[in-house]
């Protein structure tokens, strides 16, 4: 099966990045909400839905992923065919005063309602669903605590949850203690002899919050003097969607800011800000991030953020600190033992900057061990378990206690969710 580039224009870049994409991470305003695009996005995810149908058996499990994809499984049913078919969103669930926004709302929400086990990251997600469910389809009741909660009308009834994925902790552990590693990284050491290295590694998203994070390296170093010439910063940005104007304009910039920040702060032999426009290899990545006294993982809003732990897995001295964004979701999981910032707050992140370059060793050492112990046990093979014991009604375990962000944690108790039984 082959797509058109037409398709792959209203379907992809249309409604599935300049509609989808920004108004689950609640950037209504860079919305195009073009009739168009959602009669494309609805037309291609019959395609798949006629592939699965083609390629799979009555009996078959199907897992969809992602915001691509969510129509798949009402495709499949609106032309008769049966499948188990179980979804996971990969990106975040918006609230609905911004979900509400979108023309085709009812329609999208009851594609989720097709499949029978609905994933999200976190609980944030799993309420924020279940909140429009109650705006927009009252009939639909939701019942249950914990991270599966049930969710029915008339005789159907679906599982929807929260479910975390992760890394593969081992992978990473074991190739930053390589050989091939070190030596990488011995050869980076050398290039770079500044006593603090702070780093950045995003796809090229306006969701990643890289010029917010790029001005906040530059207020630490204004705000504190004492940080000029002993830190350095190495953002690298993976080419993404480049065919979206919006990405252009975002790469345009992050580069003036990289150059104001460089043009203000440089000495001989200092540049503050490195910049990387490229993917680099696996290897060349896990060296980057041993190098790192100190990562900046600084979403505006992210499903989860697969970065932040991948730093950690590979901080195999113990040594390092994690500056993250309360609106990933990894800050559900790793709150305890990061530096927790607001990503919009460029004071805030310079100050969080400077708190992990005077952070004394041991509690440096303390807060990466909680952190390296969370994802070594909650790995992304624990979660392939627990998703697919939750989504054929099976207990979970040793799942964590439903956790999120401090700032959501009032949230939490007042809504309707948590007092239903
Ligand atoms: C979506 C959600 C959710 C990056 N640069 C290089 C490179 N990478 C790898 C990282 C990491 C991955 O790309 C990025 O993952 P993220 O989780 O940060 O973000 P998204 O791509 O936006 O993913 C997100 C995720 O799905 C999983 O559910 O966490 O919230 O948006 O693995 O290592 N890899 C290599 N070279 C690079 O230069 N080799």
């Known amino acids: 099966m082959g797509l058109s580039r037409e398709d792959v224009d209203s379907f992809y870049y249309g ?11 609640d950037l209504q305003t860079r919305c195009r909400f073009e009739p168009e695009y959602w009669k494309s996005y609805r037309r291609v995810n019959g395609l798949f839905a006629r592939a699965v149908s083609r390629y799979t058996r009555a009996e078959d499990f199907v ?4 915001y691509q994809m969510i129509p798949v499984a009402s495709m499949l ?16 669930f918006p609230p609905p005063d911004i979900f509400l926004k979108l023309p085709w709302r009812e329609e999208l929400l009851k594609d989720f309602l097709e499949y029978d086990f609905v994933g999200f990251q976190t609980m944030r997600d799993r309420r924020n669903f279940t909140d429009c469910l109650r705006a927009l389809i009252p009939d639909w009741r939701v019942s249950g605590r914990g991270p599966v909660a049930t969710v029915s009308s008339g005789g159907r009834r ?19 203690k390589s050989a091939r590693v070190s030596r990488i990284l011995k050869d ?43 830190i350095t910063f190495i953002q690298i940005v993976v080419p993404s969607r480049e065919d979206v104007p919006a990405y252009h304009e975002l790469k345009e910039e992050i ?51 697969l970065v932040a732990k991948e730093y950690c897995a590979c901080q195999v001295d113990d040594d390092g600190v994690l500056i993250l964004g309360e609106f990933a979701g990894a800050a559900a999981q790793m709150h305890r033992g990061a530096i927790l910032v607001n990503s919009y ?13 005077n952070m004394p060793v ?22 392939v378990d627990n998703y697919l014991r939750a989504s054929t009604g099976k207990a979970l375990v040793d799942f964590p206690e439903t956790d999120m962000a401090p700032v959501f944690h009032a949230l939490i108790r007042r809504s309707p969710e948590s007092q239903e039984g």
Request: aromatic share 12%; glycine share 6%.
């Open 158 to 176: 679906i599982r929807v949850a929260a479910m975390p994925i992760s890394i593969d902790y081992r992978s990473f552990r074991d190739m930053a």
């Open 345 to 357: 707050d460029i004071q805030g992140m310079a100050k969080a900057i400077n708190e992990a370059v």
């Open 77 to 92: 049913r609106s032309s008769g065919v049966k499948r188990n078919c179980v979804f996971f969103l990969h990106i975040p």
């Open 188 to 230: 980076l050491k050398r290039q770079l002899p500044r006593e603090k290295i702070a780093i950045g590694v995003d796809r090229l998203d306006y969701t990643k919050g890289i010029p917010q994070r790029i001005r906040a390296f530059g207020e630490a170093l204004r705000s504190f003097p004492e940080l000029r010439e002993r």
């Open 255 to 305: 580069e003036r800011l990289v150059s104001s920040v460089n043009g203000e702060f440089s000495t001989p032999g200092w540049v503050p800000v490195h910049y990387m426009y490229k993917s680099i290899p696996r290897e060349e990545l896990v060296a980057y991030y041993r190098l790192a006294d100190i990562a900046l993982v600084t979403p505006l809003k992210d499903g989860m953020n």
């Open 15 to 25: 409604f599935s990045n300049e509609v989808v994409w920004p108004l689950f991470h």
């Open 63 to 66: 897992w969809v992923h992602d």
């Open 362 to 383: 041991e509690k440096r050492k303390g807060r990466m061990r909680r952190l390296r112990a969370g994802i070594r046990r909650q790995n992304v093979f624990w979660w």
